[in-house]
T-cell receptor, first 115, second 116 residues
Framework: DGGITQSPKYLFRKEGQNVTLSCEQNLNHDAMYWYRQDPGQGLRLIYYSQIVNDFQKGDIAEGYSVSREKKESFPLTVTSAQKNPTAFYLC??????????????FGPGTRLTVL | KNQVEQSPQSLIILEGKNCTLQCNYTVSPFSNLRWYKQDTGRGPVSLTIMTFSENTKSNGRYTATLDADTKQSSLHITASQLSDSASYICVVSVFQAYSSASKIIFGSGTRLSIRP
């Protein structure tokens, strides 16, 4: 999957618990992204980061948080404030956020299920 | 509103047959359009990318077309194989002159099933 790893592949969480999804890339890409995928819907952007120590909210950031302390890593925390967290989460990276270079390489995804 | 619509939602064809998937978009200003293939439970993988000036791009048995005037794209798959069973996602980028980041709009995908 293009040098991007996500872990774990499957994750089960009890309601009210926070959980952190891991995303690591070895492509030396500046930009990283988190998406959520629900059945029958297009990918929706949660957060993105164009450079270390900087990130911006996407279209559905409520109930999520991220950090970008290292270029290679962009972990996503799903907090208890996220009302419907069960979904397939995809991490991606690109050379930069500019359109010319914005081919995104995706990780294998993490399927989160809230019990 | 920037939107990407794909049709059909799902498609079943016999192995060896050809098929064409459609993508209509209302994104403006347009930067580029990509087709991705997503196997079940995996991340999407890029198949083709086209900019405004390109109207066709091939990648093996996959051929994408773009009509920037009508804002339509198609993905044609020739001599389908069982491994072509996947979701195909059309993705359009919006040019943003005031920002270094591009806005990316994803279609909801066409789920293609190839039957032996």
């Amino acid at each position: 999957d293009g040098g991007i790893t996500q872990s774990p592949k499957y994750l089960f969480r009890k309601e009210g618990q926070n959980v952190t999804l891991s995303c690591e890339q070895n492509l030396n890409h500046d930009a990283m992204y988190w998406y959520r995928q629900d059945p029958g819907q297009g990918l929706r952007l949660i957060y993105y980061s164009q450079i270390v120590n900087d990130f911006q909210k996407g279209d559905i950031a409520e109930g999520y948080s991220v950090s970008r302390e290292k270029k290679e890593s962009f972990p996503l925390t799903v907090t208890s404030a996220q009302k419907n967290p069960t979904a397939f989460y995809l991490c991606a990276s690109s050379v930069s956020g500019r359109a010319v270079y914005n081919e995104q390489f995706f990780g294998p995804g993490t399927r989160l299920t809230v019990l | 509103k920037n939107q990407v619509e794909q049709s059909p939602q799902s498609l079943i064809i016999l192995e060896g047959k050809n098929c064409t998937l459609q993508c209509n978009y209302t994104v403006s200003p347009f930067s580029n359009l990509r087709w991705y293939k997503q196997d079940t439970g995996r991340g999407p993988v890029s198949l083709t990318i086209m900019t405004f000036s390109e109207n066709t791009k091939s990648n093996g048995r996959y051929t994408a077309t773009l009509d920037a005037d009508t804002k339509q794209s198609s993905l044609h798959i020739t001599a389908s194989q069982l491994s072509d069973s996947a979701s195909y996602i059309c993705v359009v980028s919006v040019f943003q002159a005031y920002s270094s980041a591009s806005k990316i709009i994803f279609g909801s995908g066409t789920r293609l099933s190839i039957r032996p």
